[in-house]
């Protein structure tokens, strides 16, 4: 198929990249201007494991080509959207530039954050008895695994009604469903509430156990072995139930903010207010044991962090923990020496160069002098450290584990002191 996808977002290079290499020929455009070989935009291609590589590849063969908004609309008849969530206007220019252009079977895929309702408002905009036909698929990717949930998802989820449409949508994503066990389709406002459904119980489950960590340390009581338990209700499980300092994420928090106004605006509910809210506090739960530690005073010195993405898998450090904490070292005229495996250049770019911030290649290395550990995400080679060699580095062996990913029975006998979320 011929194939024009519309905006700058991780969906947009994901879809891109991988309907490409499965035989589609695809022109990426971003409504604006025409996109050079190399372009800056807010989504930044290196932070997606292998997503790059796959652009380049793809664009090696021919089948990916960057193009201007005239080339977007004139090279298919078959259209995603994935823009920014405040781009609704652009994407009304864009409907009504495509519907005059292509008069029947015209079909638009809709996957950008626009809110409950926007599919249909767009709808109005063409004509259905021509198969001029916009349909709604949320944006199920997670940012560190977005290729691998593109090619491999085990449902669709489809807000179209209209039987042309749906041929040409199944015909499309034939190549990612050999493992898809069901096809959900519904309308496009009912698949627009789902998604914000889905994301708004993934963000209840993160605040409600964090909840429970912060009173976990009140009481005394470890809430790992709460949390074991509560996981083998089969009405509950596993799923989203880690303490740790907070979530974050770009797309995440999007999807979170716009259901919390939803709820705010129809049912003056608060819910998701508050799980934001409290969310942000979390962020600086490692500095305040850190702040408490000391007796409130942690003048010049020097702190070590592991982790500055908000999430392992991912170079991104949108709304990462890590900033708020280093924003609040600095303010306490701490030395802070960090680490991470993918995140080095965004958070240098983000900070620039400080007197007291150093950027260290090696994750020991951060260690050196230091008075404290923070670890701040769950990189797999943070699970297992040398103690040893961590103590014969650090001046003072304290580790706050704001992920709980450490053994905090070993780490005590071994000499260190530990606080971890709830424990």
């Known amino acids: ?34 996109l ?12 997606e494991p292998g997503l790059e590589q796959l652009l380049t590849e793809t664009k090696a063969t021919g089948r990916l080509a960057m193009g201007t908004d005239q080339l977007g609309i004139n090279h298919a008849s078959v259209h995603i959207l994935a823009l920014n969530p405040d781009q609704f206007g652009t994407a009304e220019l864009l409907i009504a530039r495509l519907s005059a252009k292509h008069s ?34 949320p944006n199920m990717l997670a940012e560190g695994t977005a290729l691998q949930d593109y090619k491999t998802p085990l449902t669709y989820i489809i807000g179209c009604t209209n039987d042309w449409a749906m041929l040409n949508i199944k015909a499309l994503f034939r190549p990612f469903s050999q493992v898809t066990t069901q096809w959900l389709l519904m309308t496009s406002k009912e698949a627009e509430f789902t998604k ?12 409600y156990i964090n909840e429970l960590a912060n009173l976990a340390d ?14 083998t209700d089969p009405r509950i499980g596993p799923h989203y139930l880690h303490p740790g300092c907070g979530f974050g994420g770009l797309h995440f928090q999007q999807y979170i903010e716009a259901l919390s106004e939803l709820l705010s605006e129809t049912r003056n509910s608060k819910l998701l207010d508050t799980v934001l809210t409290e ?21 010049k010195r020097t702190i070590s962090i592991w982790g500055l993405s908000f999430k392992a898998g991912t170079a991104s450090i949108d709304n990462a923990p890590s900033l708020k904490i280093i924003d609040a070292l600095l303010a306490q005229n701490c030395k802070i020496q960090v680490h991470d495996p993918e995140a080095m250049s965004n958070i240098q770019k983000y900070f620039g160069d400080h007197s007291t911030l150093t950027y260290c290649d090696n994750s020991y290395d951060a260690l050196k002098g230091s008075d404290a550990l923070l670890l701040l995400t769950d990189w797999p ?34 000499g260190f002191k530990y606080y971890g979320v709830g424990r």
């Open 1 to 34: 198929m011929k194939v024009t996808i519309w905006g700058n977002e991780l969906l947009a290079w994901t879809s891109a990249a991988a309907l490409a290499e499965s035989g589609n020929h695809v022109v990426l455009v971003n409504n604006e201007h025409e």
């Open 36 to 47: 050079p070989d190399e372009v800056e935009t807010e989504f930044k291609v290196s932070n």
């Open 104 to 137: 029947n079977n015209l079909l638009i895929i809709n996957q950008s954050n626009f809110g409950v309702g926007s599919t249909d408002r767009l709808q109005n905009r063409l004509d259905a008895c021509n198969n001029q036909v916009i349909s709604y698929i």
């Open 196 to 207: 914000f459904a889905n994301t708004g119980m993934l963000a209840l489950r993160l605040g």
């Open 218 to 231: 009140q009481l005394d009581v470890d809430i790992e072995v709460i949390r074991a338990a509560m996981i």
């Open 279 to 299: 969310n942000e506090k979390q962020k600086e739960q490692p500095f305040r044991k850190l702040w408490r530690h000391y007796d409130c005073d942690l003048e």
């Open 381 to 414: 080679e943070y699970w297992s450290p040398d103690l040893d060699k961590m103590k014969e580095l650090m001046i003072n062996p304290l580790i706050i584990d704001g992920r709980n990913l450490l053994d905090k029975e070993l780490l005590v006998n071994s």
